[in-house]
């Protein structure tokens, strides 16, 4: 349990906030080697990292090496890389250890040898490289120099080698001074490139200033000796000079862990400050971070120097205890983090950011602190007191602290003692009716409320007199608990004189003024109940407290209590909350709400209902908090405890959002295997940072592409979303995945956008985008469906003319038969009917003669009949519907006429034209001469009625007489020789049948006979 204080116990250890971890990155992490000689964030937001075992790019989540290729003679020279810098158009300048300097183009990814004019061939062991204005500064093994790159250009692709000019030289340069000590090489030389183009250099016995005159290759050096600057010349060591931001009259010297301010126009000191007690220490080393300040780091200590109010912070950096490290490099990104190059063991990254979260680590009660007295509790600094486990403190206006200190571990009792912070003094209270404390104080208004339980397990509410030391009014609860672990987790007064008790059985209210009582529960299946029975904490609405309470629970989440009406709206792990236990509820001076839970510590924003989570990776103690360990201090500042300690800060100050960090693509998979430029130009046009299509090529239907938000926090706290325009409806939910992968893509164009999130929640208004085009197989291009679909069309006219023609040759011979049907055989048996009738004149007298003749004649006409039908249906002239229907009138008219037989021949003239084949044609005339003539020659009927009508792509004839008819029975065992009992009806039903046709016979003794067709048919 924390609480605040004002005063510190004399002779006791002041503990200090803890110091922050770095995060290690090496070869686990993908590193290609250890040694780590230069460090450098690009434009586009890479980190760079020179290694002994070639040149590294990170992008938060995966390292790509370049290396020597024997077989490309762009690729990188010389493994050992030792520096690199940046120009203004975006390309590298990479120094190697034996093969000299290279430019990198990293548009396409290419490294180019840079000669240097009039210099010495052998300088090729590039030890540091700096760029400004045009100039590149490069300190090789042997030399220094500065070379003029403002008009070096790439335009052509064919360059090898790019010859550069030097405007300065060291070695070709005369310092007007012989060094008493010669050196060996540059390493021992200590260089400063100022702003206004000034060079210092520092041996051990000797500086110089090295100035350029109108013609920038010539230069004016002077010596100075080490008393100038006020150091003591034989014990200054190496001499460091940096320039101080805004101001050209002066700059920072420092030496043997001592930082001096230095007049150029007085050549003065006009500041020094030492800040180590080790000044003869010679492993100091100084680094410039990007806002000015000096960071620097001897063998004892590390420290901020801010020379724009000349004070100095301690750094408190937990590095690997490893002996063989040392810090070769430090370099500061865009978003302030520390990144610090080791001699083998990789890079050592520091958020200093963590320093807003004061964290005080593994600090646990039962260790550290005692039951009783007090006064033997250590102060955590002079304002801060932490109290045993399971105890409960409260400040009142007076300066006095009262405490429920632990009594007896196994049955949670405890004792009352309050402490005077001016006085010292401590006290015990014993005037209490109830002789058991069970937990958790209250002051509000000068009254101080305590929760104690009697003899039989009964909780009460007590309210205690400060100046009597005695119990003045108390108040029983209305629920009994078996166990004697404390269940009211908080007390609460309203401005109401409500008391507000926050318990495992749910909420509980007390009105003071009346004594009466109220309680909520979790209701099943009542989404506006409390979510949870176990109430953990309570905390009033920052802006509207005598409306709403925020309640955190124990599995619920937490729930904004409506007081008026008792319900809730729940938040939880679904609406962003990091955990649905929230043990402490806080609010803050912006209107926040501060949720510790098991998953971190959370800040709701009520007005916008947004969450933003804390945890250990951004300078917490840990990321699971404890129940109770919550206060809110006097200057604003919240305080929070957990399993692994407790941390203090000051919401303002973790609030502050980074801006939106950049968002690039980092690569990209197909089928499986990683598209790397310049091998895989088929599927991409550029290096994935700044290609603009990726291709697929005929089968390569699945891509994977990775992007990445180039700031250097935790990568689970980063969001994206994205969206495929072309395939997906929508953008993606936000995720913190960096990766997304499509399949079973059809051939076409498409694009890609995604969005990116930084760490604290700022989304990168600027979406990017990649064309993604999928190629398709040679019988999937247009050309092919052209060519098909035309190909079709010629195979389908082709057969239609083919039937076509084969239907007009059958027509033909259709059409042939039927005359030589109709010529030939027609013909005779005409003749034949003629000699029988002549024969039958010329013999006379001859009955049976004359029977014969007749029946050969009867034959013949009869036969004659049926070949002009059979003539009919062959010869393609007679395939129209009408032309059945004609041919029926007409044979209907003639044997009914000659019976004397009245006719009603109905059509409707407004008939469709029906598609008959031939077969067709034939069956049904041949159906309805066949019941015609056994109407006209057997019923002896004087009415006959044919209605032809089509309904539903069916043709319906009907042929009804008025005759005698017959019974229905008689259809198939009729005997008498009547067409219908013999083979009339059969032939009938046979050439039905044929044409998948109905045939219906209807008939009774003195109604006559009725017969119904119902064929199919095509309606053209």
């Known amino acids: 349990m924390l609480f605040e204080s004002n005063f510190g116990l004399h002779g006791q250890k002041i503990l200090q906030p803890s110091p922050i971890d770095v995060e290690e990155l090496g070869v686990n992490q993908g590193l290609s080697q250890g040694m780590i000689n230069c460090i450098h964030q690009d434009k586009e937001g890479f980190i760079w990292i020179a290694t002994k075992d070639g040149l590294n790019r990170y992008n938060g989540y995966t390292i790509f090496t370049f290396r020597n290729n024997p077989n490309d003679k762009y690729s990188l020279p010389d493994n050992y890389c030792n520096s690199m810098t940046e120009d203004d158009k975006g390309n590298l300048w990479v120094g190697t250890n034996t093969k000299g300097l290279f430019l990198f183009d990293k548009t396409t ?15 090729l062991c590039i030890r540091e490289l700096q760029y400004a204005k045009g100039k590149l500064f490069v300190r090789t093994f042997n030399d220094v120099l500065i070379l003029d790159i403002s008009k070096q250009s790439l335009n052509n692709d064919d360059i090898d080698v790019l010859n550069i000019n030097v405007t300065f030289s060291f070695e070709k340069t005369p310092t007007g001074k012989k060094q008493k000590s010669v050196y060996i090489n540059m390493d021992y030389l200590f260089w400063s490139w100022m702003p206004d183009n ?45 320039p101080i931001s805004g101001s050209s009259d002066s700059m920072i010297i420092t030496y043997n862990s001592t930082i001096a301010h230095y007049n150029n126009k007085t050549g003065k000191i006009f500041y020094k400050k030492s800040f180590s007690e080790t000044p003869e220490s010679n492993f100091d080393k100084y680094f410039k971070l990007n806002d000015g300040s000096i960071y620097t780091l001897t063998d004892s200590s590390a420290n901020i120097y801010n020379p724009a109010n000349r004070e100095t912070e301690i750094v408190l950096t937990n590095f690997p205890s490893k002996s063989y490290c040392v810090i070769f490099t430090l370099f500061t990104d865009v978003n302030g983090i520390q990144w610090f190059g080791s001699n083998g063991c990789g890079i050592f990254k520091r958020d200093p950011r963590k320093k807003r979260f004061k964290s005080f680590k593994d600090v646990h009660p039962k260790e550290v602190f005692s039951k009783l007295p007090p006064s033997l509790m250590p102060p955590i600094s002079p304002k801060f007191i932490v109290a045993p486990e ?29 402490h005077d912070t001016k006085t010292g003094n401590i006290t015990f209270y014993n005037k209490f009716s109830y002789d058991f404390f069970r937990a958790y104080i209250h002051y509000t208004n000068g009254e101080l409320w305590l929760i104690c339980t009697d003899k039989t397990k009964k909780y009460f509410i007590a309210r205690f007199d400060k100046r009597t030391g005695a119990q003045t009014t108390s108040y029983k609860i209305p629920e009994s608990f078996d166990s004697p672990e404390p269940y009211i987790s908080q007390l609460y007064k309203d401005n109401h004189g409500v008391m507000w008790l926050a318990s495992i059985n749910g909420l509980y209210a007390l009105n003071v003024k009346n004594e009466t009582w109220k309680h909520w529960k979790n209701i099943p299946n009542d989404a506006r109940s409390i979510s949870a029975d176990g109430v953990l904490t309570i905390c009033p609405d920052p802006v509207e407290p005598d409306k709403y309470l925020w309640l955190g629970t124990e599995g619920g989440g937490m729930n904004r209590f409506e007081i008026s009406t008792g319900k809730c709206i729940n938040y939880n792990e679904n609406n962003g909350l ?42 917490l103690p840990g990321s699971e908090f404890n129940r109770y360990a919550a206060l809110r201090m006097q200057n604003g500042e919240l305080m929070f405890g957990g399993v692994g300690g407790f941390v203090i800060f000051n919401p303002k100050e973790v609030l502050t959002k980074q801006p939106a960090a950049p968002l690039v693509f980092t690569s990209v998979t197909i089928s499986n295997n990683t598209i790397n ?54 953008w993606s939910n936000p995720s913190s995945k960096n990766e997304v992968t499509y399949t079973n893509l059809s051939p076409g164009n498409y694009t890609f956008y995604v969005m990116g999130a930084n760490t604290d929640g700022i989304w990168n208004e600027k979406t990017i985008s990649m064309d993604i085009v999928v190629k398709p197989f040679w019988y999937q291009t247009l050309l092919f469906k052209f060519l098909s679909i035309a190909l079709f069309a010629y195979l389908l006219y082709s057969f239609y003319h083919y039937r076509l023609h084969q239907r007009l040759q059958i027509e033909k011979i259709r059409n042939r038969i039927a005359r030589d049907l109709h010529d030939e055989i027609g013909s005779t048996l005409s003749s034949i009917s003629i000699y029988a009738a002549a024969a039958k004149k010329v013999i006379t007298g001859n009955d049976k003669a004359d029977n014969i003749l007749s029946k050969i004649n009867t034959g013949t006409s009869e036969m004659m ?48 034209e029906i598609a008959l084949n031939m077969e067709q044609r034939k069956n049904i005339y041949l159906i309805c001469k066949e019941a015609v003539s056994n109407a006209v020659k057997y019923s002896g009927c004087t009415l006959l009625e044919v209605l032809i009508s089509t309904e539903n792509h069916r043709l319906h004839i009907l042929i009804h007489d008025n005759g005698k008819g017959f019974e229905s029975s008689s259809f198939e065992s ?22 998948d046709a109905k045939l219906t016979l209807y008939s009774n003794l003195g109604d006559g006979t009725s017969i119904e067709l119902i064929a199919p048919c095509k309606i053209s």
């Open 109 to 123: 990814e290419r490294f180019y040898n840079v000669s240097v004019i009039n210099t010495n061939p052998n300088n």
């Open 198 to 242: 000034v060079l210092w250099a520092s041996m051990q016995d000797s500086i110089y200033k090295f100035e350029p005159s109108d013609d920038i290759t010539k230069w004016h050096s002077q010596s100075f000796s080490a008393t100038t600057f006020g150091i003591k010349e034989k014990t200054h060591g190496y001499v460091y000079f940096f």
């Open 390 to 418: 399971f105890g409960d403190v409260v400040l009142d206006k007076d300066g006095i602290y009262w405490a429920l200190l632990m009594k007896n571990y196994e049955t949670y009792t405890r004792d009352l003692y309050s």
């Open 578 to 619: 990091p955990n649905n236990v929230a043990y402490c509820i806080l609010s803050d001076s912006l209107n926040n709400l501060w949720i510790s839970t098991n998953k971190g510590l959370s800040c709701f924003d009520p007005l916008h209902k947004t969450f933003r989570t804390y945890t250990y990776d951004d300078g």
């Open 677 to 730: 430029w310049p091998k895989d130009n088929k599927n991409i046009d550029a290096p994935i940072g700044f290609a603009k299509v990726i291709t697929l090529q005929p089968g390569q239907n699945i891509f994977s592409i990775n992007f990445a938000t180039l700031e250097y926090r935790s990568n689970q706290k980063k969001m994206y979303k994205y969206k495929l325009d072309g395939f997906d409806t929508d």
């Open 865 to 912: 009949e049926a070949m002009s039908d059979i003539v009919w249906a062959v010869n393609t002239g007679s395939g129209h519907f009408y032309d059945l229907v004609n041919r029926v009138r007409s044979f209907v008219v003639q044997v009914t006429e000659e019976k004397n037989i009245e006719l009603h021949f109905t059509d409707n003239k407004d008939l469709p």
């Open 974 to 995: 009729d005997t008498s020789g009547h067409s219908f009992g013999g083979n009339g009806i059969k032939n009938m039903r046979y050439r039905a049948a044929e044409i």
